[in-house]
């Protein structure tokens, strides 16, 4: 859509929309090298007034996908017109002879199919802005096979499939809520034991540390999935998700990790046992009470441990104070 850095941000100006250098400039080459442009910045910083005004200055339109907590895979790639599917049945059905078969396949075709943001893009002939705004607010519903695929179309697969970094959560205030695990080789008794840093990638351990790494991580992985079945399968994504984000422990390369994500799950296990034996000693009516006043309509949307634990302290002081 641009020739030049000079053309980007004298267009973005004609929109209304002022960018200094480093942000003409990043423009521009997210356009040549067709890579996608990922901003972040607080409410109101321009993050999404930014894509409309490249679609503007290009001369083109946009496509958005707002994310939100509960979107799933229809909203965003599209789905299946089943009003219109079956007026077609209705109509065919009428005739004396009917191929089953081919109306089957007919009904499958892209004229029942109504397209959502991602597909429309991809479609499109003429260069177009898809703006996927707020993508950290989707959910692990949201995160399936069909939506990476899809989104992979657009340069962004890397972004949603690359786990194997060290991933901190920050708070409101951008400060780390748990401070990353140092690698093996990195701690004193690590460095006790021989491991040693790869030269060529000092983020990696030497090939002997890593052998010894890697027997590890593998009790370690077939420990976290036998607690499979003890905690439940909503806990068990929950906590892989939160301390490690991925969906299957065998993904997580760090030792150190995995132990983080098997204590975790011991303790979940602890705290449901407790909490299987409080719920005896209450009533119902007082545990969906404890449920509406932490937001929750019932016990299978509990996914971590602190806000497990948060209800059994609640749950507890119920039983004490009489089962009310």
Same mark, same amino acid.
């Given at each position: 859509?641009?020739?030049?850095?000079?053309?980007?941000?004298?267009?973005?100006?004609?929109?209304?929309?002022?960018?200094?250098?480093?942000?003409?400039?990043?423009? =521009?080459? !997210?356009?040549? *090298?067709? #890579?996608? /442009?990922?901003? %972040?910045? +607080?409410?109101?910083?321009?993050?999404?007034? @930014?894509?409309?005004?490249?679609?503007?200055?290009?001369?083109?339109?946009?496509?958005?996908?707002?994310?939100?907590?509960?979107?799933?895979?229809?909203?965003?790639?599209?789905?299946?017109?089943?009003?219109?599917?079956?007026?077609?049945?209705?109509?065919?059905?009428?005739?004396?002879?009917?191929?089953?078969?081919?109306?089957?396949?007919?009904?499958?075709?892209?004229?029942? =199919?109504? !397209?959502?943001? *991602?597909? #429309?893009? /991809?479609?499109? %002939?003429? +260069?177009?802005?898809?703006?996927?705004?707020? @993508?950290?607010?989707?959910?692990?519903?949201?995160?399936?096979?069909?939506?990476?695929?899809?989104?992979?179309?657009?340069?962004?697969?890397?972004?949603?499939?690359?786990?194997?970094?060290?991933?901190?959560?920050?708070?409101?205030?951008?400060?780390?809520?748990?401070?990353?695990?140092?690698?093996?080789?990195?701690?004193?008794?690590?460095?006790?034991?021989?491991?040693?840093?790869?030269? !060529?990638?000092?983020?990696?351990?030497?090939?002997?540390? %890593?052998?010894?790494?890697?027997?590890?991580?593998?009790? @370690?992985?077939?420990?976290?999935?036998?607690?499979?079945?003890?905690?439940?399968?909503?806990?068990?994504?929950?906590?892989?998700?939160?301390?490690?984000?991925?969906?299957?422990?065998?993904?997580?390369?760090?030792?150190?990790?995995?132990?983080?994500?098997?204590?975790?799950?011991?303790?979940?296990?602890?705290?449901?046992?407790?909490?299987?034996?409080?719920?005896?000693?209450?009533?119902?009516?007082?545990?969906?009470?404890?449920?509406?006043?932490?937001?929750?309509?019932?016990?299978?949307?509990?996914?971590? @441990?602190?806000?497990?634990?948060?209800?059994?302290?609640?749950?507890?002081?119920?039983?004490?104070?009489?089962?009310?």
């Amino acid at each position: 859509m641009f020739t030049s850095v000079d053309q980007v941000e004298s267009r973005l100006r004609d929109t209304g929309y002022i960018a200094d250098s480093v942000a003409a400039t990043t423009v =521009y080459l !997210a356009d040549a *090298l067709h #890579r996608p /442009l990922l901003l %972040e910045g +607080p409410a109101g910083s321009g993050k999404t007034q @930014l894509a409309y005004a490249v679609a503007a200055a290009g001369h083109t339109t946009v496509e958005r996908l707002q994310c939100y907590e509960g979107i799933n895979e229809e909203k965003a790639i599209g789905k299946f017109d089943e009003s219109l599917q079956r007026l077609c049945v209705e109509l065919k059905s009428r005739s004396a002879i009917v191929d089953w078969e081919s109306l089957q396949a007919e009904l499958h075709g892209r004229q029942f =199919y109504v !397209a959502g943001p *991602l597909l #429309r893009a /991809l479609e499109c %002939e003429e +260069p177009r802005v898809l703006l996927i705004d707020e @993508l950290d607010k989707v959910d692990q519903a949201f995160e399936a096979q069909s939506f990476k695929r899809a989104a992979s179309c657009f340069g962004l697969g890397r972004y949603l499939y690359y786990f194997a970094g060290v991933w901190v959560d920050l708070d409101d205030r951008k400060r780390p809520k748990d401070i990353p695990h140092l690698f093996d080789w990195a701690t004193p008794q690590g460095w006790r034991e021989g491991k040693r840093p790869n030269a !060529a990638n000092p983020s990696r351990p030497s090939a002997a540390a %890593e052998s010894s790494d890697s027997a590890r991580s593998g009790s @370690l992985v077939r420990e976290i999935e036998g607690m499979a079945d003890a905690v439940g399968k909503r806990f068990y994504r929950g906590v892989l998700k939160r301390i490690a984000r991925v969906w299957n422990p065998s993904q997580i390369r760090e030792p150190a990790v995995l132990q983080n994500v098997l204590n975790e799950m011991r303790a979940v296990d602890a705290e449901l046992r407790r909490l299987d034996e409080v719920l005896n000693h209450v009533e119902p009516s007082t545990v969906t009470a404890i449920l509406r006043s932490l937001g929750l309509r019932s016990l299978d949307q509990l996914d971590g @441990l602190e806000i497990l634990q948060r209800v059994l302290a609640e749950v507890d002081r119920a039983a004490q104070n009489g089962g009310s």
